[in-house]
């Protein structure tokens, strides 16, 4: 009964706070300089709510997302609206939401449903030794197929293999570090950081130049998989082992078809808005329908966005339609994975806000001038905002050193060492958090969702800082002193 008088009074008492604080906002100038650090807290209290809550009371977590995401969400947004006014408000919201949400939410739902109507048969053994050539395979496909597209492709195998084991968050830990983060270094289509990259000029094969670093990360670990799965395998009652041996076998390849027009959608897209016919030659500005006017400022959806979108939702239709269900039920497909992200990454889109604002004017005073500050500065951000807009800021800092010879991008001339450490940054450290990277919370939620009990949210940091701290420190010494 207490908690239900002070809950509200709590409540009540943190938009008053923000409320009028806010007021002091209002001025001319830019957003990110406007904004005080401050407003950051509501994205901070959306990854505490995130780390925390299921910790404390899962049962209550699982039944409240939605309004724990739309709590802090208000949080932010109220002030914001109360001392911006409805203009700026609205038009940050519909940015954010139409033009960064949405595409992530398509993209996900399509991999998602596509990859759903996939399933390998046969006796699949879950040992160190398939276990680490399935994490290979999964590597190698994420440059070509995305993290996200490989992950969803990969992760149902992966868990039926070891569907006898007792010991295996492990397994999907290491998955993540590689499939879904690591192995997009090598093209554009890997990681959407790459790709921004290649849609600001950066040749489109000059990213295989990550494939040094990238290999000794993938190499280091590979090799600690091996040796910690075996010695789990170790203490597994082998007797457990699934009887017989059925030959492998693949039902429902129409659907790499769909993946196929997924992939060239996203690729059409980028190729598209280097094109005349799609945006202003000079200004790069893109084409497309006005939704929102605030000042000299015009909210513009994209036709390259439309027209990317409604690929990926058609071929996810086709998918639904021309795939069984029994494939599905067999794959234990279920809408909750793809429901708890959108749930939780609305709220975190809204909240990043003011970080990405504030870190996109006040970047260049970071005072950065070295390879290893810029691996660290972009992979220390990637790891909990979006990877995209913070690798854009970090480049855009590098272009502005006055490098006279390197990568030519519309942004300037980009030392080709910082550039790699920009890079390398944004993909590799996504993979320290469960929000680093958009197929991490996902390939967690479908691991949880067949019955693997997943680190909490502190838990996986934990993994990630005893195994990929060290090795990031050693890329540092190895390739951006």
Known sequence: MLRRKLLPSLLMGIFIYFSYSSMAWASSGELGHILPWWSVLPFVG????IAICP???????????AKVSAFWAMVFFIPFFIAFG???????????????YLPFIILLFGLFVVSGGIILRGTLRGNPAVNTLLLLVGTFLASWVGTTGASMLLIRPVIRANEWRRYKAHIIIFFIFLVSNIGGSLTPVGDPPLFLGYLRGVPFFWTMRLIVPMGFNVLVLLTLYYLLDSYFYRKENTQELPGGREPLRVEGLQNLIYLGIILAAVILSGVLAKNPAFADPETGELYGF????????????PFTNIIRDVAILLA???SWRTTSMQIRQDNRFTWGPIKEVAVLFAGIFMTMIPALAILHARGAELGLTRPAQFFWAAGALSSFLDNAPTYLVFLTTAASLGATSGVPTTLGIVAPKMLMAVSCGAVFMGANTYIGNAPNFMVRSIAEENGIRMPSFFGYMAWSIGILIPIFILDTLLFFR
């Open 316 to 318: 996810a239709l086709l």
């Open 290 to 301: 006005t939704l929102f006017r605030h000042g000299e400022e015009k909210l513009v959806l």
């Open 55 to 65: 910790l404390v009371n899962s049962h209550w977590w699982e039944h409240n997302m």
């Open 46 to 49: 959306m990854l505490l709510s």
């Open 86 to 100: 409805s203009g700026t408000a609205v038009y940050q919201a519909l940015e954010v939401y139409l033009l960064d």
